[in-house]
C-alpha cells in the first residue's frame, strides 16, 4: 500500500516513481549487465552503503552469472545539500587486482563521490570498472568518469526512498519520493 505524501524530519515529499516502475528498470539494467558480464570471470559487485542496499539485493536476484559481493562505505552527504567533502573509503580488505569490477551506487548528483571511488579502485589495479547507478541526475553530472549502466533518470530534485535516505530517514520505502516546493 503506497502513501501519496510522506513526512521526513522538516519536509513533505510525494511519491514520484512506484515500486513497479523501479523494478522494470532494474530487471533491463541487470539485463545489460547480464548480456555484458556473463562471458567474464567472477564478476566483483561492490555496492556503496548505505544507499545502495536495497537496489543492490534487487539487482543481484536478476544477475545469472556467478559473481561475488563486498560492501565500501564512502559518504559526502549531509541534508539535502552536497557538503563538497568526500570521506575515504572503507570496507574493502581483499585484493582486486585483476578482477571485472562493478560499482554499484544509489543516485549518482554531481558525481564527486563516484570520481573519488573510481580514482580509489583503479589504484588497485581491476581488470576493468564500470559503474552501475540506480538514480543518475545529468544536469548535475560534471566528472568525466563514464557511468556505463543507469537505471532511472531525474532532475535535480531531492528524492528519498528504496535505500535513499533524508538525513538517515525515508530508507525503508519501497516507492521513490521527491521533495515538494
Ligand atoms: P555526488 O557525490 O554529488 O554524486 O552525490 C552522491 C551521493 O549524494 C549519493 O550517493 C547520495 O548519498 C547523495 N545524494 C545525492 N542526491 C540525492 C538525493 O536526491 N537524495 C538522497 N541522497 C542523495
Ligand atoms: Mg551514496
Redesign the pocket.
Known sequence: MMKDTVHLHDKTFRVMIPAAEIDRAVTAVAERINTDYRAKSVPLFIG?L???FMFLSDLMKKIDFDCELSFVKL???SG?A?TGQ?RSLIGLNNSIEGRDVIIV????????????MVRDLESRKPASISVCTL?F?PA??SKQIPIQYRALE?GN????GYG???NQLGRNLKDVYVVTE
Do not use: A, M, R
Not at 530534485?157 to 528519498?160: A, L, N, P, T
Open positions: 556503496v548505505n544507499g545502495s559518504s559526502s552527504y539535502t552536497t568526500v551506487e544509489d543516485i549518482v548528483d554531481t558525481g564527486e563521490s563516484i570520481e573519488h538514480f541526475k548535475s553530472y531525474i530534485e531531492f528524492i528519498v535513499l535516505d533524508y
